[in-house]
């Protein structure tokens, strides 16, 4: 009865979220992730960037799993590698980008970070033009550099671009878990790895106040704006749109990281830092234009 019901629930749902045009769909997942983003900024003061991360990782675990539920069994021990790997990657990633966030801009924190997948899409291709996107996207990045006047905190852009590192890390071992496990299932598993790896620093440093129903509220807010609900508009797009289009409208995700900060986070941005944004989602845009059907572009999915 229970499982029935569900089932009918949905399909309710993918009904819904059918009869959203693809394009819209990016656009609001790439929105609800850099939401995600700015709720999570609003906890630091509170809970400091490593219990966010926690929270925010461990509850997106919960979800995927409730959602997914992984077979634990025929399991290789390559498979298991790899969803650890990916694990690792997931609590790297979120814990430098946070780190990022609580000292820079989001949208310069978001348009650094990119420089990850931007380099795995580039080392896997062997066009000319490609590196014309390469010093696009480098010379976008620079202008946040101390030398060129930018008064951008050095440790947040040192963290961001760690940050990217992650990400392609990420983009490298979810092809491959993505391979080995059916649907969600294995990024629910390397969700877990993650939520564990993060607790030990989360608890110690955030003690009682992970307790506080506000605090709690706030990271469920952070898991579903920034795991759960973009991954299942993804999932969607990626069924109706060819991948270059999807890596497209991807590119869009550090100007739309600089809008939401400054409407939630009341971020403003100098023109230089607009024009660095602007020549990132260029040469990402670029990169996605050109490249086959069968790139990773996919693999840049919300984390």
């Not at 814990?95 to 997948?117: C, D, K, M, Q, W």
């Not at 294995?186 to 993650?194: D, I, K, R």
Request: hydrophobic content about 55%; aromatic content about 8%; overall charge positive.
């Amino acid at each position: 009865m229970n499982e029935t019901a569900t089932n009918k629930q949905t399909v309710k749902q993918t009904r819904v979220i059918g009869n959203i045009p693809p394009t819209l769909l990016v656009i609001l997942s790439g929105t609800s992730t850099q939401a995600g983003a700015s709720i999570a900024k609003q906890l630091f003061p509170y809970i400091g960037t490593e219990s966010a991360v926690f929270l925010r990782i461990g509850f997106a675990a919960l979800l995927l799993n409730s959602i997914w539920r992984p077979k634990w069994r025929n399991v290789g021990a390559s498979a298991w590698f790899s969803v650890v790997a990916l694990g690792i990657a997931l609590a790297a990633m979120n814990s430098t980008f946070y780190v990022a966030l609580n000292r820079i801009p989001l949208g310069v924190t978001v348009t650094i970070e990119f420089s990850g997948p931007l380099l795995v899409a580039i080392i896997g291709s062997r066009r000319w033009t490609d590196v014309i996107w390469t010093i696009m996207a480098a010379g976008g990045i620079l202008l946040f550099a101390p030398w060129t006047g930018s008064s951008l905190d050095v440790i947040g852009i040192l963290f961001a671009l760690l940050a990217g590192v992650f990400w392609a890390m990420y983009i490298i071992f979810s092809s491959r878990v993505g391979r080995a496990f059916p649907e969600g299932s294995g990024l629910a598993a390397s969700m877990a790895v993650a939520a564990i790896l993060t607790a030990p620093a989360g608890i110690y440093l955030g003690g009682a106040k992970l307790l506080n129903p506000y605090i709690l509220l706030l990271g469920v807010g952070v898991a579903l704006f920034s795991s759960a609900l973009p991954y299942t508009l993804e999932i969607e797009a990626l069924r109706r749109l060819p991948t270059q289009a999807f890596g497209i409208l991807m590119s869009l995700e550090p100007a739309i990281a600089a809008i939401v900060g400054f409407l939630l986070l009341k971020e403003t941005l100098s023109l230089k830092d607009i024009a660095a944004i602007a020549l990132v989602s260029l040469a990402s845009a670029g990169t996605s234009l050109l490249r086959s059907r069968s790139s990773l572009t996919a693999d840049t999915a919300t984390v």
